[in-house]
């Protein structure tokens, strides 16, 4: 989660994609190069994850992996160009995508921890809810009586005479 932005300075996210040719050493590099960019041109980096080696939806060019990246930055809007730009000559990124994003208040960052929260709580109640139901299910076929023991009741009932 980003910082909160107290000035009226805009507030992005850029998302880009490594191409896995490159190791994870190697990924460190290309990380730094472009916070350079970033911080270069003026920018004020406030997060930065990586979330890793993911298989990607479709290839591109002609890879089928990629390192993920994300990069929270404060910076003049109309300067996000000149880092659009940067980012399209770097042979290392396959993709990027830079937009705008708004900056989280305390009372935002509040009210997402409590809706969470409640996820949490309905996912619990509603796994507790299944496993239950398994249990009751189990029972249920414990409960039932073998094909057997139901051939010989059937037997001893179709052997007596009072039938009507």
């Not at 910082?3 to 992005?12: A, F, M």
Request: aromatic share 6%.
């Amino acid at each position: 989660m980003s910082k909160t932005n107290e000035s009226r300075i805009p507030h992005y996210e850029l998302l880009y994609i490594v191409s896995n040719k490159f190791t994870e050493e190697e990924l460190k590099p290309i990380i730094e190069k472009v916070n350079a960019v970033i911080n270069n041109r003026g920018g004020k980096i406030t997060l930065t994850e990586e979330w890793g080696k993911k298989r990607l939806a479709y290839p591109v060019k002609n890879f089928s992996h990629a390192y993920y990246v994300l990069v929270e930055f404060d910076f003049e809007g109309d300067k996000v160009e000149s880092i659009d730009r940067d980012l399209r000559m770097m042979s290392e990124i396959l993709r990027h995508q830079i937009v705008s994003k708004r900056v989280k208040t305390e009372e935002d960052i509040k009210k997402e921890k409590e809706i969470s929260q409640k996820i949490a709580a309905r996912k619990e109640k509603e796994a507790k809810e299944k496993k239950e139901e398994k249990k009751e299910k189990e029972e249920k076929k414990k409960e039932k009586v073998d094909i057997g023991e139901l051939d010989e009741k059937l037997d001893k009932i179709l052997e007596t005479d009072d039938l009507l």
